[in-house]
């Protein structure tokens, strides 16, 4: 059961327009959200994060959006670059399922972005 | 500074083998993680120290997984009897002191088990 699903395995975008990635959850204990970037051959790595507690979060060209009540969240990358082009993983991180600790993130599947000069 | 290592890069082994992998730390973190990542999957949380003591272990999927962090800095994880769908990318991650301190992940070791 995928407790963090990202819908659009790709998506392509023209150099300068807005990039929007979503994500959903399911698990309702989760606080703590987080987006990472991941380039061929090299680990994660985080860009964003977002607390429960907010509805929004900016950091420079990247804004992560959190709707609660829908169990929802996005990035938006704004212009988007060339460089941009990546793979996005949305995470989350909580109370686990089983009384666990919080500081292992749970992550989707992944979307692949890919922004044309 | 140095980001987190691991090795070796790339290993290949046959099925019902013995397999180390090596976690080394951004220097001074204490909370260290590994995951695993299958093809066209996402990490999947496998083991979280704190320090020597595995905190979490909750996502090893079965007691052919074994890992350590003996003086609290770099870290192994072991795997008896490889089968085939042990392959995959496995990623150490390490934090300053864990909860919701930034995790700076390595490039991975890619595990295929033949």
């Known amino acids: 059961d995928q407790q963090v699903k990202q819908n659009s395995p790709s998506l392509s975008v023209q150099e300068g327009r807005i990039s929007i990635l979503n994500c959903d959850y399911t698990n309702s204990m989760f606080d703590y959200f987080l987006w990472y970037k991941k380039y061929p051959a090299e680990g994660p790595t985080f860009l964003i994060s977002i607390s429960s507690i907010k509805d929004k979060n900016e950091d420079g060209r990247f804004t992560v959006f959190l709707n609660k009540s829908a169990k929802h969240l996005s990035l938006h990358i704004v212009p988007s670059q060339p460089g941009d082009s990546a793979v996005y993983f949305c995470?989350?991180?909580?109370?686990?399922?089983?009384?666990?600790?919080?500081?292992?993130?749970?992550f989707g599947k992944g979307t692949k972005l890919s922004v044309k000069p | 500074g140095a980001g987190v290592s691991q090795t070796p890069s790339n290993k290949v082994t046959e099925k019902g083998k013995y397999v180390e992998l090596r976690c080394d730390p951004i220097?001074?973190?204490?909370?260290l993680y590994w995951y695993r990542q299958s093809l066209g999957q996402g990490p999947e949380f496998l083991i979280y120290?704190?320090?020597?003591?595995?905190?979490?272990d909750s996502g090893l999927p079965n007691d052919r997984f074994f890992a350590v962090r003996p003086e609290g800095s770099v870290s192994t994880l072991k795997i008896q009897r490889t089968e085939r769908g042990d392959s995959a990318v496995y990623l150490c991650?390490?934090?300053?002191?864990?909860?919701?301190?930034?995790?700076?992940f390595g490039p991975g070791t890619r595990l295929t088990v033949l």
């Open positions: 220097s001074g973190h204490t909370a």
């Open positions: 995470a989350a991180s909580g109370v686990s399922v089983n009384g666990g600790s919080q500081g292992n993130l749970i």
């Open positions: 991650a390490s934090s300053l002191a864990g909860g919701r301190d930034t995790q700076y």
């Open positions: 120290f704190q320090g020597t003591g595995a905190a979490d």
